[in-house]
C-alpha cells in the first residue's frame, strides 16, 4: 500500500478516467444527430472507450504509476492527440482535454501549471482552425473560445480534491491508530487489575510464608511444616487462578455479541452448579470494556447467588436502557440486609458485590443491590454505551 497521498490519487484518477469517457462520449453522440459523417464519431466513441479501458485498468492493477505523474501525463498527451485526429478538433476533444487537465492536477497538484498551459495553447491552436474553417456566428464564437480554458478550471478543482481526500485519509488513519493505542491500553490495565485481585493476593500471601519458612526449619520445625503447606496449597491456587483468569479471557472474545456472552456464561454455569438460569436477552453493542466488566459482574454475581445465596433458580435480563445497558441478575436464595452505602458491604465481609460496585464504576455505571433476609437479591447493573472508559 502506497502513501494516503498515493491512495487519494489512484482513486481520484480513476474516476477522472471514468467521468471524462463519460463527458468526451455524451457529448460525441450528440453529434450523430448534427453530422453527415457518422462513422467519425462512432470511431471517437470506439476510440475513447478503449482508451479509458486500457488507462484504467493499468491505474487499477498499478496504483503506484501515480508516483510518477511525468510518466502517467506523458502517456495521457498520446490519447488526447489520437481523439484531436480522429473528432477534427470537435466538441468530443474538448471534453477530453478537459479530463485531461483534471488528470494532471490529480497526479501533480497545482505543480501541474505548465501542463495546463499546453493544454489551453492546443486548445486555442484548434479553436482558431475550427472557427477559421467555419465562419459560426458570433455568439456561437464566444461560446467555443473559452473551452480550452476547461481543461485549468478542472485541474484545479482536481488538484483541491485530491489534496482533501488526502488530509481525510490521514485523519482516519490518525483517528484508527489512536483508537488502537487506547484499545491496547485500556487491555493492559484491565489485565494488571485481574491479576492484582487474584494472582498477586495469592502470590503475596505464598512469599511470606516463603519468608518466614527458613527461620522455621530451625526453631519450630512443625511450623515450618505448616508453612510449606502453606506455601504449597498457595501455589496451587494461584496456578489455579490463572488458570480460570485465562480461560474466562478466552471466553470475552472481543467481536461477540454481548447477548450471546451471556448466554454462554448462563449456561456453562448452570451446567456446573446444577441451578436453573433463565435468561432475558435483548441485543446490545455497547464497547468491548463495558462488555468485558458485565461479564466479569455477571460471572461474581453467579458465583455468589451458588456459594451464598443458596438460590434454586436465576433470572439474567440484558436489555437496552437510554444512552445505555441495563443488566440484572436476580435469585430466590436467602437474600442480606443490603445497606443503602454499598461500601459498607466490605466490613461486613461481602468483598464480592463491592468488587462487582468497582468494576462498573470502571466503566462509568452504577450497581444496585435490592436485597433482603428471605427475600432473594437482584443486583442492577447500569452502563453507558460509550467508550469513554474511567481509569481504574
Known sequence: MGTDREVAAAALARAVLIGRAAATMCAAAAGLLLVEDRWRIVAVLALVTLLTAAQAGALARWPWLVARPLAVI?????PLFAVLAVSHGGIAYFCYSGGAGALAGVVLGLRALPVWAVHAAMGFAV??????ENEPPADISAFVAPLPMAGALAGVGAAMATAALTRHLELSRSLVAAAQRTAAAEERARLARELHDSVAKTLRGVSLAALALPSSLRRQPALAEHLAGTVAAGAKAAARQARELLQEMR???ADRDLAAAVAEICAAWSARTGIPARTDLAPVDPPVAVGYELARILREALANAARHSYAGRVHVRLAPARQGVTL???DDGVGFAAPGDLSLLQSAGHFGIVGMAERARTVGGQLYIDSAPGAGTTIT???PLHAVVAAP
Open 74 to 78: 506523458a502517456a495521457d498527451f498520446l
Open 127 to 132: 479553436v482558431a482552425e475550427v472557427l477559421r
Open 251 to 253: 471466553l470475552d472474545v
Open 328 to 330: 440484572e441478575i436476580s
Open 381 to 383: 447493573v447500569r452502563a
